[in-house]
T-cell receptor
Framework: DAGVIQSPRHEVTEMGQEVTLRCKPI?????LFWYRQTMMRGLELLIY????????DSGMPEDRFSAKMPNASFSTLKIQPSEPRDSAVYFC??????????FGQGTRLTVV | GDSVTQMEGPVTLSEEAFLTINCTYT??????LFWYVQYPGEGLQLLLK?????DKGSNKGFEATYRKETTSFHLEKGSVQVSDSAVYFC?????????????FGTGTRLTVIP
């Protein structure tokens, strides 16, 4: 298996623009996580899905952030409008429920 | 609620030194415990895991024992190498809550110097 695939690997955008991050989980996994990593705040869980259903989105910073999982093989994290403080590395991870998670390589987002 | 506390870094060691990174947890159910490692510019990788009390996880010379009596899962390695320089995260998944959340510690940066 190719592992968790995230795209793009790097994204630079201007403040106010919409940003969409994409994730393809490992085939057969039924849980998907979105994390954000910054120097100041470390690794933060934004949202996770079980069987394509959002279970806990309490980590989503505000209404500008939204995440979807339309099917078992694809998820998106959208920021609209983006702000400079959203600059971070965003990780997607997948797992079988209650098993260890496997992480993608991350998307480094820079909002200028 | 569930949480993980790990020792603050950074940690700097000489090659072949002994490593300990402390991790303690709080859980309401029956947690599985994990150590993940993050090398520069990469995502997190599972290093080792333990799913029940007294289990020992091991990989690449690293070990950690699930101690329920002290709610700890300390990471150890007898002789570190320069290539072990990375950030290490302790994590918990609590089966007893019925949820599937993964709780991570803040990470400990390890630098090994020749």
């Amino acid at each position: 298996d190719a592992g968790v695939i995230q795209s793009p690997r790097h994204e630079v955008t201007e403040m106010g623009q919409e940003v969409t991050l994409r994730c393809k989980p490992i085939s057969g996994h039924n849980s998907l996580f979105w994390y954000r990593q910054t120097m100041m705040r470390g690794l933060e869980l934004l949202i996770y899905f079980n069987n394509n259903v959002p279970i806990d989105d309490s980590g989503m910073p505000e209404d500008r952030f939204s995440a979807k999982m339309p099917n078992a093989s694809f998820s998106t994290l959208k920021i609209q409008p983006s702000e400079p403080r959203d600059s971070a590395v965003y990780f997607c991870a997948s797992s079988l429920i209650l098993r260890e998670a496997f992480f993608g390589q991350g998307t480094r987002l820079t909002v200028v | 609620g569930d949480s993980v506390t790990q020792m603050e870094g950074p940690v700097t060691l000489s090659e072949e030194a002994f490593l300990t990174i402390n991790c303690t947890y709080t859980a309401t159910g029956y947690p599985s415990l994990f150590w993940y490692v993050q090398y520069p510019g990469e995502g997190l990788q599972l290093l080792l895991k333990a799913t029940k009390a007294d289990d020992k996880g091991s990989n690449k010379g690293f070990e950690a024992t699930y101690r329920k009596e002290t709610t700890s899962f300390h990471l150890e390695k007898g002789s570190v190498q320069v290539s072990d320089s990375a950030v290490y995260f302790c994590a918990l998944s609590d089966r007893g809550t019925g949820a599937n959340n993964l709780f991570f510690g803040t990470g400990t940066r390890l630098t090994v110097i020749p």
